[in-house]
Structures are given as structure tokens and as C-alpha cells.
């Protein structure tokens, strides 16, 4: 059963911009803490941006400035809003969500089924 459902990869040139989107439950969503993680071909999973359920965020050093992460309570949703894409940032991009030690270090319960972020010209 998939319960974090993203949407948003695609292609994009250097310098462009993209925004994922994860949409949960509000039961998941509404009492825990929200991250993106990504993972590149040959490499570990990273930690890419997090959020707490009262808005704390946090960012990877290699994206900060660039990136934003966002939550929607309304829409039960978590953005990723990905601005001056460089090519050292295409990976899989998971959705993830749980207690907030964890998803702003290793990762929490629950985890989305990824979507591809290419950066090409």
C-alpha cells in the first residue's frame, strides 16, 4: 500500500527549476516530519531538505540557497521547490515521512517509490 505518492521529476536543464510534490494521509502528514531524500547512481542515500510538523526546516549544505521545502496542511503535501539545477543533483528523489530524529538523519517509516530528477543540456 502506498501511503507518500510523489510526482514532480522530470528532465531539466542547468539552471532551471523543477517542484516535487509528495501528497500523504492527513493521519501520516498531520503527526509527522517531512523530508526528500535522493540518491544517485552508485552513491548513498542523502538527506536532501526536512521539515518538522511546526515548520523547523533543514537543508544539505550542497543545496542550500537553492532549494525549499514546504508543507501544505490543507493539501496534506510537502514540496520540494528546486531552483538553479545543477547536474550534480540528478538522482531518485524519495519522499519520506516519521519522527523527526529521524527523518533529519536516517530516514523514517515510511517512504515514497521515488521520481527521477535528470539535470542535462
Known amino acids: 500500500q502506498v501511503q507518500l505518492v510523489e510526482s514532480g521529476g522530470g528532465l531539466v536543464q542547468p539552471g532551471g527549476s523543477l517542484r516535487l510534490s509528495c501528497a500523504t494521509s492527513?493521519?501520516?502528514?498531520?503527526?509527522?516530519?517531512m523530508g526528500w531524500y535522493r540518491q544517485a547512481p552508485g552513491k548513498q542515500l542523502d538527506l536532501v531538505a526536512a521539515?518538522?510538523?511546526?515548520?523547523?526546516?533543514t537543508y544539505a549544505d550542497s543545496v542550500k540557497g537553492r532549494f525549499t521545502i514546504s508543507r501544505d496542511n490543507a493539501k496534506n503535501t510537502v514540496y520540494l521547490q528546486m531552483n538553479s539545477l545543477k547536474p550534480e543533483d540528478t538522482a531518485v528523489y524519495y519522499c519520506?515521512?516519521?519522527?523527526?530524529?529521524?527523518?533529519?538523519?536516517?530516514?523514517?517509516?515510511?517512504w515514497g517509490q521515488g521520481t527521477q530528477v535528470t539535470v542535462s543540456s
Open positions: 519520506n515521512a516519521g519522527p523527526a530524529n529521524r527523518v533529519f538523519t536516517t530516514g523514517g517509516d515510511y
Open positions: 492527513r493521519s501520516i502528514f498531520s503527526a509527522n516530519a
Open positions: 521539515i518538522s510538523t511546526n515548520d523547523f526546516s
